[in-house]
Protein backbone atom coordinates (compact mmCIF):
# COMPACT_ATOMS: atom_id res chain seq x y z
CA UNK A 1 0.00 0.00 0.00
CA UNK A 2 2.64 2.25 -1.07
CA UNK A 3 3.51 5.19 -4.08
CA UNK A 4 5.22 2.33 -5.69
CA UNK A 5 2.05 1.16 -7.07
CA UNK A 6 1.23 4.38 -8.57
CA UNK A 7 -1.14 3.98 -11.72
CA UNK A 8 -1.99 7.12 -12.94
CA UNK A 9 -2.45 5.69 -16.85
CA UNK A 10 -5.22 3.78 -15.42
CA UNK A 11 -8.36 4.76 -16.72
CA UNK A 12 -10.12 6.01 -14.20
CA UNK A 13 -7.32 8.20 -13.11
CA UNK A 14 -5.56 10.09 -15.71
CA UNK A 15 -3.66 12.54 -13.94
CA UNK A 16 -0.55 13.76 -15.59
CA UNK A 17 0.71 14.57 -11.87
CA UNK A 18 -0.28 13.92 -8.00
CA UNK A 19 1.14 15.27 -5.55
CA UNK A 20 0.08 14.08 -1.74
CA UNK A 21 1.20 15.63 1.33
CA UNK A 22 0.26 14.23 4.60
CA UNK A 23 -2.02 16.16 7.50
CA UNK A 24 0.68 15.85 9.66
CA UNK A 25 2.91 17.21 7.29
CA UNK A 26 1.20 20.32 6.21
CA UNK A 27 0.22 21.41 10.22
CA UNK A 28 3.55 21.36 11.13
CA UNK A 29 4.91 23.51 8.07
CA UNK A 30 2.03 25.85 8.00
CA UNK A 31 2.20 26.26 11.73
CA UNK A 32 5.67 26.78 11.21
CA UNK A 33 5.27 29.70 8.60
CA UNK A 34 2.68 31.24 10.17
CA UNK A 35 4.25 31.48 14.16
CA UNK A 36 6.71 33.46 12.48
CA UNK A 37 4.80 35.18 9.66
CA UNK A 38 4.53 39.35 10.10
CA UNK A 39 2.04 40.28 8.05
CA UNK A 40 0.68 44.02 7.61
CA UNK A 41 -1.66 45.40 10.12
CA UNK A 42 -5.51 44.61 8.75
CA UNK A 43 -8.07 47.33 10.16
CA UNK A 44 -11.84 47.80 9.17
CA UNK A 45 -13.70 50.87 10.57
CA UNK A 46 -18.06 51.01 10.43
CA UNK A 47 -19.71 54.06 10.96
CA UNK A 48 -23.87 54.47 11.62
CA UNK A 49 -25.13 56.26 8.22
CA UNK A 50 -28.86 56.88 8.18
CA UNK A 51 -29.18 58.18 4.78
CA UNK A 52 -28.43 54.69 2.89
CA UNK A 53 -30.90 53.50 0.62
CA UNK A 54 -33.66 51.42 2.04
CA UNK A 55 -32.94 47.82 2.41
CA UNK A 56 -29.21 48.17 2.55
CA UNK A 57 -27.01 48.13 5.97
CA UNK A 58 -26.63 51.32 7.79
CA UNK A 59 -22.88 50.15 9.07
CA UNK A 60 -20.86 51.56 6.55
CA UNK A 61 -16.98 51.12 6.09
CA UNK A 62 -14.73 53.79 6.17
CA UNK A 63 -11.24 55.15 5.46
CA UNK A 64 -9.47 54.20 9.08
CA UNK A 65 -6.49 56.45 8.35
CA UNK A 66 -9.17 59.53 7.49
CA UNK A 67 -10.55 58.86 10.27
CA UNK A 68 -8.15 58.85 13.01
CA UNK A 69 -6.97 62.37 11.16
CA UNK A 70 -11.19 63.45 11.70
CA UNK A 71 -10.96 62.34 15.55
CA UNK A 72 -7.63 63.04 16.26
CA UNK A 73 -6.88 59.86 18.03
CA UNK A 74 -7.01 55.91 17.36
CA UNK A 75 -10.07 54.43 18.16
CA UNK A 76 -8.30 51.43 19.39
CA UNK A 77 -6.05 53.50 21.93
CA UNK A 78 -9.37 53.86 24.29
CA UNK A 79 -8.94 51.38 27.03
CA UNK A 80 -11.81 48.93 27.41
CA UNK A 81 -14.77 49.87 29.57
CA UNK A 82 -13.76 53.84 29.45
CA UNK A 83 -17.41 55.80 30.59
CA UNK A 84 -19.40 57.24 28.11
CA UNK A 85 -18.77 60.54 29.65
CA UNK A 86 -15.08 60.49 28.07
CA UNK A 87 -14.08 63.18 25.53
CA UNK A 88 -12.70 60.90 23.30
CA UNK A 89 -16.14 58.24 23.59
CA UNK A 90 -18.20 61.70 22.74
CA UNK A 91 -16.06 62.19 20.20
CA UNK A 92 -16.45 58.63 18.92
CA UNK A 93 -20.25 59.20 19.02
CA UNK A 94 -20.12 62.42 17.44
CA UNK A 95 -18.49 60.77 14.37
CA UNK A 96 -20.90 58.07 14.30
CA UNK A 97 -18.37 54.95 15.08
CA UNK A 98 -20.48 51.98 15.57
CA UNK A 99 -17.78 49.26 14.99
CA UNK A 100 -14.26 47.84 13.72
CA UNK A 101 -11.43 45.44 14.25
CA UNK A 102 -7.95 45.28 13.83
CA UNK A 103 -5.63 42.28 13.29
CA UNK A 104 -2.91 40.69 11.55
CA UNK A 105 -2.76 37.15 9.80
CA UNK A 106 -0.30 34.59 11.79
CA UNK A 107 -0.39 32.58 14.85
CA UNK A 108 -1.12 34.24 18.12
CA UNK A 109 2.82 34.00 20.14
CA UNK A 110 1.32 34.81 23.42
CA UNK A 111 0.52 30.88 23.35
CA UNK A 112 2.72 28.07 23.27
CA UNK A 113 2.76 26.54 19.70
CA UNK A 114 2.21 22.80 20.79
CA UNK A 115 -1.21 24.58 22.35
CA UNK A 116 -2.80 25.13 19.05
CA UNK A 117 -5.07 22.89 17.53
CA UNK A 118 -4.39 21.70 13.87
CA UNK A 119 -4.75 24.50 11.11
CA UNK A 120 -5.95 21.73 8.58
CA UNK A 121 -7.76 18.66 9.20
CA UNK A 122 -8.38 16.31 6.24
CA UNK A 123 -11.80 14.45 8.24
CA UNK A 124 -14.81 15.49 5.78
CA UNK A 125 -13.80 13.11 2.91
CA UNK A 126 -13.64 13.73 -0.66
CA UNK A 127 -12.24 17.57 -1.38
CA UNK A 128 -13.92 19.22 1.75
CA UNK A 129 -11.72 20.05 4.99
CA UNK A 130 -11.90 21.39 8.35
CA UNK A 131 -9.86 25.05 8.35
CA UNK A 132 -9.19 26.92 12.14
CA UNK A 133 -8.56 30.14 11.42
CA UNK A 134 -6.02 31.76 13.95
CA UNK A 135 -4.92 35.24 14.12
CA UNK A 136 -1.37 36.85 15.08
CA UNK A 137 -3.41 39.72 16.85
CA UNK A 138 -7.19 40.60 17.35
CA UNK A 139 -8.55 43.79 18.67
CA UNK A 140 -12.57 44.26 18.07
CA UNK A 141 -14.12 47.67 19.56
CA UNK A 142 -17.72 48.25 19.82
CA UNK A 143 -19.82 51.69 21.10
CA UNK A 144 -23.05 50.92 22.23
CA UNK A 145 -24.71 54.89 22.20
CA UNK A 146 -26.73 55.33 24.96
CA UNK A 147 -30.21 54.70 26.33
CA UNK A 148 -31.59 52.38 28.66
CA UNK A 149 -28.45 50.99 29.36
CA UNK A 150 -26.78 54.14 29.06
CA UNK A 151 -24.48 52.88 26.39
CA UNK A 152 -21.09 51.35 26.78
CA UNK A 153 -17.42 51.20 24.73
CA UNK A 154 -15.64 47.67 24.47
CA UNK A 155 -12.37 47.41 23.38
CA UNK A 156 -11.19 43.57 23.60
CA UNK A 157 -8.58 41.84 22.52
CA UNK A 158 -6.99 38.40 21.99
CA UNK A 159 -3.89 38.79 24.07
CA UNK A 160 -6.27 39.19 27.61
CA UNK A 161 -7.83 35.61 26.59
CA UNK A 162 -6.90 32.11 28.21
CA UNK A 163 -6.97 31.02 24.43
CA UNK A 164 -6.66 32.36 21.51
CA UNK A 165 -9.79 33.27 19.29
CA UNK A 166 -10.09 30.80 16.68
CA UNK A 167 -12.40 30.44 13.33
CA UNK A 168 -13.74 27.13 12.28
CA UNK A 169 -14.70 26.49 8.96
CA UNK A 170 -15.52 23.89 6.33
CA UNK A 171 -13.91 24.22 3.04
CA UNK A 172 -14.43 22.58 -0.46
CA UNK A 173 -11.72 22.54 -2.23
CA UNK A 174 -13.33 20.81 -5.03
CA UNK A 175 -12.31 23.48 -7.92
CA UNK A 176 -14.74 21.42 -10.75
CA UNK A 177 -17.75 20.60 -8.11
CA UNK A 178 -20.56 23.53 -10.10
CA UNK A 179 -21.94 23.45 -6.79
CA UNK A 180 -18.87 24.43 -4.86
CA UNK A 181 -18.59 27.99 -3.31
CA UNK A 182 -15.33 27.96 -5.91
CA UNK A 183 -17.60 28.12 -8.43
CA UNK A 184 -19.58 31.37 -8.31
CA UNK A 185 -16.01 33.28 -7.48
CA UNK A 186 -15.05 35.65 -9.85
CA UNK A 187 -13.42 34.71 -13.03
CA UNK A 188 -10.26 36.42 -11.46
CA UNK A 189 -10.16 34.74 -7.67
CA UNK A 190 -10.64 31.48 -9.51
CA UNK A 191 -7.56 32.17 -11.53
CA UNK A 192 -5.39 33.57 -8.17
CA UNK A 193 -6.45 30.65 -6.15
CA UNK A 194 -5.38 27.95 -8.59
CA UNK A 195 -1.83 30.18 -9.31
CA UNK A 196 -0.83 27.48 -12.00
CA UNK A 197 2.82 28.93 -11.29
CA UNK A 198 5.54 25.99 -10.99
CA UNK A 199 7.26 28.08 -8.23
CA UNK A 200 4.10 28.22 -5.75
CA UNK A 201 1.45 26.08 -6.82
CA UNK A 202 2.11 23.78 -3.91
CA UNK A 203 2.80 25.70 -1.39
CA UNK A 204 1.86 25.86 2.22
CA UNK A 205 2.15 29.87 1.57
CA UNK A 206 -0.15 29.23 -1.55
CA UNK A 207 -2.76 26.75 0.29
CA UNK A 208 -3.18 29.17 3.48
CA UNK A 209 -4.56 31.12 0.59
CA UNK A 210 -6.68 28.46 -1.19
CA UNK A 211 -8.19 27.58 2.32
CA UNK A 212 -9.10 31.57 2.93
CA UNK A 213 -10.47 31.81 -0.59
CA UNK A 214 -11.37 28.74 -2.43
CA UNK A 215 -14.47 27.78 -1.05
CA UNK A 216 -15.67 28.57 2.93
CA UNK A 217 -18.77 26.47 2.78
CA UNK A 218 -19.65 26.90 6.42
CA UNK A 219 -20.46 29.73 8.29
CA UNK A 220 -17.57 30.33 10.95
CA UNK A 221 -18.02 28.84 14.64
CA UNK A 222 -15.08 30.27 17.36
CA UNK A 223 -14.17 28.62 19.57
CA UNK A 224 -12.76 29.11 22.75
CA UNK A 225 -15.28 32.03 23.72
CA UNK A 226 -18.19 32.09 25.92
CA UNK A 227 -21.54 32.22 23.69
CA UNK A 228 -22.49 34.81 26.28
CA UNK A 229 -19.99 37.01 26.36
CA UNK A 230 -19.49 40.57 24.68
CA UNK A 231 -15.94 39.17 22.53
CA UNK A 232 -18.84 36.26 20.94
CA UNK A 233 -21.24 38.60 20.44
CA UNK A 234 -19.02 41.21 18.52
CA UNK A 235 -16.92 38.97 16.92
CA UNK A 236 -20.40 37.39 15.70
CA UNK A 237 -21.75 40.94 14.80
CA UNK A 238 -18.83 42.49 13.47
CA UNK A 239 -16.09 39.82 11.83
CA UNK A 240 -18.13 37.00 10.66
CA UNK A 241 -21.90 38.80 9.85
CA UNK A 242 -19.75 41.95 8.29
CA UNK A 243 -16.63 40.75 7.13
CA UNK A 244 -17.52 37.37 5.69
CA UNK A 245 -20.41 38.13 4.69
CA UNK A 246 -18.73 40.56 2.52
CA UNK A 247 -15.44 38.05 1.58
CA UNK A 248 -17.59 35.82 -0.70
CA UNK A 249 -19.10 38.98 -2.74
CA UNK A 250 -15.71 40.51 -3.19
CA UNK A 251 -13.45 40.68 -6.93
CA UNK A 252 -10.84 41.81 -7.77
CA UNK A 253 -10.19 45.51 -8.96
CA UNK A 254 -7.83 48.53 -9.21
CA UNK A 255 -10.27 49.64 -6.44
CA UNK A 256 -10.07 46.85 -4.37
CA UNK A 257 -6.94 44.80 -5.23
CA UNK A 258 -7.67 42.27 -2.02
CA UNK A 259 -10.65 41.26 -3.56
CA UNK A 260 -11.50 38.00 -2.02
CA UNK A 261 -8.52 37.54 0.12
CA UNK A 262 -8.83 37.53 3.80
CA UNK A 263 -7.35 40.48 5.48
CA UNK A 264 -5.32 41.04 3.11
CA UNK A 265 -3.34 38.14 2.76
CA UNK A 266 -2.07 37.14 -0.82
CA UNK A 267 0.91 36.07 -2.67
CA UNK A 268 2.46 36.51 -5.96
CA UNK A 269 3.06 33.39 -8.28
CA UNK A 270 7.07 33.45 -8.42
CA UNK A 271 9.91 32.05 -11.09
CA UNK A 272 11.57 29.40 -10.39
CA UNK A 273 14.74 29.51 -10.92
CA UNK A 274 15.04 26.58 -13.61
CA UNK A 275 12.04 25.73 -15.94
CA UNK A 276 10.58 22.23 -14.58
CA UNK A 277 10.01 19.49 -17.39
CA UNK A 278 6.21 19.20 -16.47
CA UNK A 279 4.39 22.51 -16.30
CA UNK A 280 0.62 22.78 -14.89
CA UNK A 281 -2.13 24.00 -16.88
CA UNK A 282 -5.10 23.03 -14.55
CA UNK A 283 -5.10 21.92 -10.94
CA UNK A 284 -7.80 20.09 -8.13
CA UNK A 285 -8.06 18.86 -4.74
CA UNK A 286 -8.76 15.54 -3.40
CA UNK A 287 -8.32 14.34 0.26
CA UNK A 288 -6.92 10.47 0.26
CA UNK A 289 -7.58 8.59 3.58
CA UNK A 290 -4.80 6.65 4.94
CA UNK A 291 -6.07 2.80 3.75
CA UNK A 292 -4.88 -0.30 5.68
CA UNK A 293 -3.20 -3.66 4.38
CA UNK A 294 -6.39 -4.66 3.31
CA UNK A 295 -7.20 -1.48 1.36
CA UNK A 296 -9.82 0.17 4.18
CA UNK A 297 -10.15 3.82 5.41
CA UNK A 298 -8.55 4.23 8.73
CA UNK A 299 -9.19 7.31 10.86
CA UNK A 300 -5.92 7.85 11.19
CA UNK A 301 -6.40 11.62 10.37
CA UNK A 302 -2.93 12.51 10.67
CA UNK A 303 -1.81 10.20 7.72
CA UNK A 304 -4.26 11.25 5.28
CA UNK A 305 -2.65 13.16 2.47
CA UNK A 306 -4.31 16.53 0.63
CA UNK A 307 -3.26 15.90 -3.27
CA UNK A 308 -2.87 18.47 -5.91
CA UNK A 309 -4.60 16.59 -9.15
CA UNK A 310 -2.01 18.31 -12.13
CA UNK A 311 -2.88 18.54 -15.67
CA UNK A 312 -0.38 19.55 -18.38
CA UNK A 313 -0.27 20.65 -21.89
CA UNK A 314 -4.05 21.75 -21.48
CA UNK A 315 -5.29 18.38 -20.75
CA UNK A 316 -8.86 17.67 -19.26
CA UNK A 317 -8.87 17.21 -15.79
CA UNK A 318 -11.09 13.93 -14.81
CA UNK A 319 -12.89 13.79 -12.25
CA UNK A 320 -11.46 12.97 -8.88
CA UNK A 321 -11.26 8.89 -7.86
CA UNK A 322 -9.66 7.90 -4.88
CA UNK A 323 -6.41 6.09 -5.02
CA UNK A 324 -6.16 2.85 -3.83
CA UNK A 325 -2.73 3.12 -2.27
CA UNK A 326 -0.89 5.36 0.37
CA UNK A 327 1.51 8.12 -0.99
CA UNK A 328 2.81 7.86 2.44
CA UNK A 329 3.56 5.03 4.73
CA UNK A 330 3.33 5.26 8.33
CA UNK A 331 6.47 4.23 9.11
CA UNK A 332 8.04 6.66 6.81
CA UNK A 333 6.63 9.84 8.29
CA UNK A 334 9.56 11.06 9.56
CA UNK A 335 11.55 10.64 6.65
CA UNK A 336 9.65 12.47 4.53
CA UNK A 337 6.25 14.50 3.64
CA UNK A 338 4.86 13.24 0.86
CA UNK A 339 5.36 11.98 -2.81
CA UNK A 340 5.55 13.55 -6.01
CA UNK A 341 4.46 11.25 -9.06
CA UNK A 342 4.31 12.04 -12.89
CA UNK A 343 2.16 9.67 -15.04
CA UNK A 344 4.39 7.29 -16.85
CA UNK A 345 3.65 8.68 -20.66
CA UNK A 346 4.46 12.24 -19.54
CA UNK A 347 8.03 11.14 -18.63
CA UNK A 348 7.86 8.87 -21.75
CA UNK A 349 7.16 12.00 -23.64
CA UNK A 350 9.83 13.71 -22.38
CA UNK A 351 12.35 11.17 -23.16
CA UNK A 352 10.78 10.82 -26.73
CA UNK A 353 11.62 14.61 -27.33
CA UNK A 354 15.08 14.34 -25.59
CA UNK A 355 16.48 10.97 -27.02
CA UNK A 356 15.07 11.22 -30.28
CA UNK A 357 17.60 13.32 -32.11
CA UNK A 358 20.27 10.84 -31.66
CA UNK A 359 18.61 8.34 -33.55
CA UNK A 360 19.58 10.05 -36.63
CA UNK A 361 23.14 9.50 -36.51
CA UNK A 362 22.38 5.34 -36.30
CA UNK A 363 20.17 5.27 -39.35
CA UNK A 364 21.84 4.99 -42.56
CA UNK A 365 20.69 4.04 -46.25
CA UNK A 366 22.61 1.00 -47.46
CA UNK A 367 22.92 0.61 -51.42
CA UNK A 368 24.41 -2.24 -53.66
CA UNK A 369 25.31 -2.72 -57.36
CA UNK A 370 25.72 -5.80 -59.33
CA UNK A 371 27.39 -6.11 -62.73
CA UNK A 372 27.95 -9.10 -64.47
CA UNK A 373 29.97 -9.48 -67.70
CA UNK A 374 30.59 -12.46 -69.74
CA UNK A 375 33.14 -14.03 -67.62
CA UNK A 376 32.36 -12.51 -63.51
CA UNK A 377 30.23 -10.65 -61.81
CA UNK A 378 31.16 -7.71 -59.99
CA UNK A 379 29.75 -6.73 -56.76
CA UNK A 380 29.79 -2.95 -55.10
CA UNK A 381 28.14 -1.78 -52.00
CA UNK A 382 27.74 1.63 -49.64
CA UNK A 383 25.73 3.63 -47.34
CA UNK A 384 24.57 7.46 -47.00
CA UNK A 385 23.46 8.85 -43.85
CA UNK A 386 19.38 9.78 -43.04
CA UNK A 387 18.77 12.90 -42.98
CA UNK A 388 15.09 12.70 -42.01
CA UNK A 389 14.54 12.84 -38.59
CA UNK A 390 13.62 10.05 -36.62
CA UNK A 391 11.66 9.20 -33.59
CA UNK A 392 10.66 6.66 -30.90
CA UNK A 393 7.24 5.55 -30.41
CA UNK A 394 5.51 5.30 -26.96
CA UNK A 395 4.59 2.37 -25.74
CA UNK A 396 1.20 1.40 -24.04
CA UNK A 397 0.95 -1.88 -22.78
CA UNK A 398 1.32 -3.53 -19.25
CA UNK A 399 5.13 -3.97 -19.34
CA UNK A 400 8.05 -1.87 -18.40
CA UNK A 401 8.78 -0.97 -22.13
CA UNK A 402 7.73 3.33 -22.77
CA UNK A 403 9.48 3.41 -26.04
CA UNK A 404 10.54 1.65 -29.55
CA UNK A 405 12.08 2.42 -32.46
CA UNK A 406 12.35 0.44 -35.63
CA UNK A 407 14.33 1.17 -38.39
CA UNK A 408 15.15 -1.20 -41.69
CA UNK A 409 16.29 0.09 -44.84
CA UNK A 410 16.89 -2.36 -47.70
CA UNK A 411 18.75 -2.28 -51.20
CA UNK A 412 19.10 -5.35 -53.97
CA UNK A 413 20.49 -5.71 -57.42
CA UNK A 414 20.69 -8.22 -59.64
CA UNK A 415 21.98 -8.32 -63.59
CA UNK A 416 22.74 -10.90 -65.76
CA UNK A 417 25.43 -11.19 -68.96
CA UNK A 418 24.70 -14.27 -71.03
CA UNK A 419 25.08 -17.03 -68.52
CA UNK A 420 26.94 -14.77 -66.26
CA UNK A 421 24.28 -14.20 -62.45
CA UNK A 422 24.45 -12.25 -59.61
CA UNK A 423 21.95 -10.80 -57.10
CA UNK A 424 22.60 -9.01 -54.03
CA UNK A 425 20.86 -7.65 -50.62
CA UNK A 426 21.98 -5.15 -48.18
CA UNK A 427 20.13 -4.74 -45.21
CA UNK A 428 20.13 -2.80 -42.44
CA UNK A 429 17.53 -2.91 -39.45
CA UNK A 430 18.28 -1.08 -36.06
CA UNK A 431 15.98 -1.71 -33.39
CA UNK A 432 15.98 -0.06 -29.68
CA UNK A 433 13.80 -0.22 -26.63
CA UNK A 434 13.54 2.23 -23.79
CA UNK A 435 12.64 0.21 -20.19
CA UNK A 436 12.08 1.88 -16.66
CA UNK A 437 12.40 -0.32 -14.23
CA UNK A 438 12.69 0.63 -10.49
CA UNK A 439 15.40 3.03 -10.32
CA UNK A 440 16.61 2.41 -13.50
CA UNK A 441 16.48 3.90 -17.25
CA UNK A 442 17.32 0.90 -19.65
CA UNK A 443 18.14 0.87 -23.33
CA UNK A 444 18.50 -2.19 -25.18
CA UNK A 445 19.33 -1.54 -29.15
CA UNK A 446 20.20 -4.06 -31.81
CA UNK A 447 22.08 -3.07 -34.64
CA UNK A 448 21.63 -5.35 -38.07
CA UNK A 449 23.46 -5.73 -40.86
CA UNK A 450 21.96 -8.64 -43.18
CA UNK A 451 23.99 -9.52 -46.53
CA UNK A 452 22.94 -12.25 -49.33
CA UNK A 453 25.48 -12.79 -52.19
CA UNK A 454 24.10 -15.07 -55.16
CA UNK A 455 27.51 -15.41 -57.56
CA UNK A 456 25.36 -18.22 -59.51
CA UNK A 457 26.43 -21.63 -60.18
CA UNK A 458 25.18 -22.27 -56.60
CA UNK A 459 27.46 -20.13 -55.03
CA UNK A 460 25.50 -18.39 -52.50
CA UNK A 461 26.63 -16.89 -49.27
CA UNK A 462 23.59 -15.23 -46.59
CA UNK A 463 23.55 -14.45 -43.28
CA UNK A 464 24.11 -11.35 -40.60
CA UNK A 465 27.28 -10.58 -41.08
CA UNK A 466 27.04 -7.63 -38.46
CA UNK A 467 24.21 -8.29 -35.19
CA UNK A 468 25.50 -6.26 -31.91
CA UNK A 469 22.97 -5.78 -29.53
CA UNK A 470 23.59 -3.30 -26.45
CA UNK A 471 21.79 -3.03 -23.26
CA UNK A 472 22.95 -0.34 -20.89
CA UNK A 473 21.53 0.61 -17.57
CA UNK A 474 21.06 3.98 -16.15
CA UNK A 475 20.60 4.16 -12.44
CA UNK A 476 18.34 7.63 -11.70
CA UNK A 477 18.48 9.81 -8.42
CA UNK A 478 17.37 12.84 -7.86
CA UNK A 479 19.18 16.52 -5.88
CA UNK A 480 17.02 18.04 -3.25
CA UNK A 481 16.62 20.54 -5.85
CA UNK A 482 14.69 18.37 -8.09
CA UNK A 483 16.53 17.58 -10.62
CA UNK A 484 17.15 14.21 -11.95
CA UNK A 485 20.32 12.61 -11.81
CA UNK A 486 21.50 9.48 -14.62
CA UNK A 487 24.89 7.26 -13.70
CA UNK A 488 25.82 5.33 -16.39
CA UNK A 489 26.58 1.42 -15.48
CA UNK A 490 28.85 -0.23 -17.76
CA UNK A 491 27.14 -1.84 -21.08
CA UNK A 492 26.71 -4.87 -22.03
CA UNK A 493 27.45 -5.90 -25.54
CA UNK A 494 26.75 -9.14 -27.02
CA UNK A 495 27.77 -10.05 -30.83
CA UNK A 496 25.27 -11.86 -32.10
CA UNK A 497 26.87 -11.90 -35.81
CA UNK A 498 26.74 -14.95 -38.57
CA UNK A 499 30.25 -16.81 -38.83
CA UNK A 500 29.45 -15.96 -42.90
CA UNK A 501 31.81 -18.53 -43.66
CA UNK A 502 31.56 -19.38 -47.04
CA UNK A 503 31.73 -23.04 -48.56
CA UNK A 504 34.33 -24.50 -50.54
CA UNK A 505 32.84 -23.96 -53.60
CA UNK A 506 32.05 -20.71 -52.72
CA UNK A 507 35.69 -19.78 -52.26
CA UNK A 508 36.36 -21.40 -55.36
CA UNK A 509 33.79 -20.62 -57.88
CA UNK A 510 34.39 -16.77 -57.37
CA UNK A 511 38.11 -17.23 -57.08
CA UNK A 512 37.83 -15.78 -53.01
CA UNK A 513 36.29 -12.65 -53.62
CA UNK A 514 33.32 -13.59 -52.21
CA UNK A 515 35.45 -14.47 -48.58
CA UNK A 516 37.09 -10.62 -49.07
CA UNK A 517 33.58 -9.16 -49.83
CA UNK A 518 31.99 -11.06 -46.54
CA UNK A 519 35.54 -10.12 -44.74
CA UNK A 520 35.28 -5.82 -45.14
CA UNK A 521 31.83 -6.01 -45.36
CA UNK A 522 31.91 -7.57 -41.76
CA UNK A 523 35.15 -5.23 -40.68
CA UNK A 524 33.78 -2.17 -41.99
CA UNK A 525 30.22 -2.59 -40.67
CA UNK A 526 31.60 -4.13 -37.38
CA UNK A 527 33.75 -0.76 -36.51
CA UNK A 528 30.94 1.46 -37.35
CA UNK A 529 28.54 -0.29 -35.10
CA UNK A 530 30.82 -0.27 -32.33
CA UNK A 531 31.36 3.62 -32.52
CA UNK A 532 27.88 4.67 -32.93
CA UNK A 533 26.81 2.28 -30.18
CA UNK A 534 29.89 4.26 -27.80
CA UNK A 535 28.33 7.54 -29.11
CA UNK A 536 25.03 6.57 -28.69
CA UNK A 537 25.68 6.11 -25.19
CA UNK A 538 27.02 9.21 -24.12
CA UNK A 539 24.64 11.22 -26.14
CA UNK A 540 21.84 9.66 -24.07
CA UNK A 541 23.61 10.16 -21.37
CA UNK A 542 24.42 13.49 -22.02
CA UNK A 543 20.82 14.25 -22.83
CA UNK A 544 19.90 13.02 -19.07
CA UNK A 545 22.44 14.74 -17.41
CA UNK A 546 22.88 18.03 -19.59
CA UNK A 547 20.73 21.36 -19.69
CA UNK A 548 18.01 19.50 -21.17
CA UNK A 549 17.60 17.03 -18.15
CA UNK A 550 14.21 16.52 -16.24
CA UNK A 551 13.81 18.99 -13.98
CA UNK A 552 10.84 18.15 -10.88
CA UNK A 553 8.54 21.37 -10.68
CA UNK A 554 7.98 22.85 -7.08
CA UNK A 555 11.84 23.28 -6.43
CA UNK A 556 10.87 25.85 -4.25
CA UNK A 557 8.59 24.25 -2.13
CA UNK A 558 10.20 20.74 -1.33
CA UNK A 559 13.26 19.29 -1.36
CA UNK A 560 13.32 16.01 -3.30
CA UNK A 561 14.89 12.39 -2.33
CA UNK A 562 14.94 8.71 -3.66
CA UNK A 563 13.43 8.93 -7.20
CA UNK A 564 12.22 5.74 -8.83
CA UNK A 565 9.81 4.26 -10.67
CA UNK A 566 6.22 2.94 -9.71
CA UNK A 567 5.25 -0.97 -11.01
CA UNK A 568 3.32 0.66 -13.75
CA UNK A 569 6.14 3.06 -14.29
CA UNK A 570 5.39 6.78 -12.67
CA UNK A 571 8.36 8.25 -12.37
CA UNK A 572 7.90 8.62 -8.11
CA UNK A 573 10.04 11.32 -5.96
CA UNK A 574 9.85 11.65 -1.97
CA UNK A 575 9.36 15.25 -1.12
CA UNK A 576 9.61 17.11 2.24
CA UNK A 577 8.62 20.75 2.67
CA UNK A 578 11.65 23.33 2.45
CA UNK A 579 11.33 25.57 5.46
CA UNK A 580 8.45 28.11 4.63
CA UNK A 581 9.75 31.17 7.25
CA UNK A 582 13.08 30.98 5.00
CA UNK A 583 11.80 30.50 1.55
CA UNK A 584 9.07 33.39 2.71
CA UNK A 585 12.27 35.54 3.84
CA UNK A 586 13.67 35.48 0.98
CA UNK A 587 10.69 36.57 -0.77
CA UNK A 588 10.35 39.03 0.68
CA UNK A 589 13.77 40.20 -0.34
CA UNK A 590 13.18 39.36 -3.31
CA UNK A 591 10.12 42.07 -3.31
CA UNK A 592 8.43 38.85 -4.50
CA UNK A 593 5.31 38.89 -1.79
CA UNK A 594 2.49 41.50 -1.44
Not at 198 to 214: D, R
Not at 226 to 251: C, G, K, M, V, W
Not at 254 to 271: A, F, H, R, V
Not at 397 to 409: A, G, M, P, Q, R
Amino acid sequence: MSAIQSNLSANKYGYDMVVGTTQAAINATMKQFLYKFDGEEFVKIYVFDKDVPEGQSNYVETDYAAYKEQLGFDPFDVPNGTPMQDERVQKLLANFFAFGFKTKMGLPTTFPLSSLPNIINLDKGNSSVSYNLYCKEFQIANLTPGGYTGGSWENLSQEGETAPWVFGFTVDLDLYSNDSAFAHLPEEVQNEVKNLCPGSIFSVQQLYLNLNTAGLESTPEIKNLDTTSNAYIYLTRIFLNTYFENLQENSISDTNPEGNYLLGYTIKPTETVKTPSIIPTDLNFMVSPYLDDQGNATKDYEMYTLNWLVMTNDHSMPAPVQFEWNWVNKDDISNYHGVMSIKKGAFANFLKDKLSPALKSACIIPHCKVKANLIEVKFSYGYKQETQPQSYLVVNDDTSKILTFDYTKNSNSKDTYGLTYGNMHYNYNLKTDVYLEGTTIKTVTTSTVYLYVNAGLGIIVKGDCAKFKSTVKYDIGVDAYGDLTVIENAPVIEDLSDSMNPSTWAQIGSFGFIDGLVKEMKNNTTGWMTGFMTGHRKQILNMLNGSAMWVFPASETFVFKNAQFSKSQDLVSEVTYIDPVVKYQNRIAKKELV
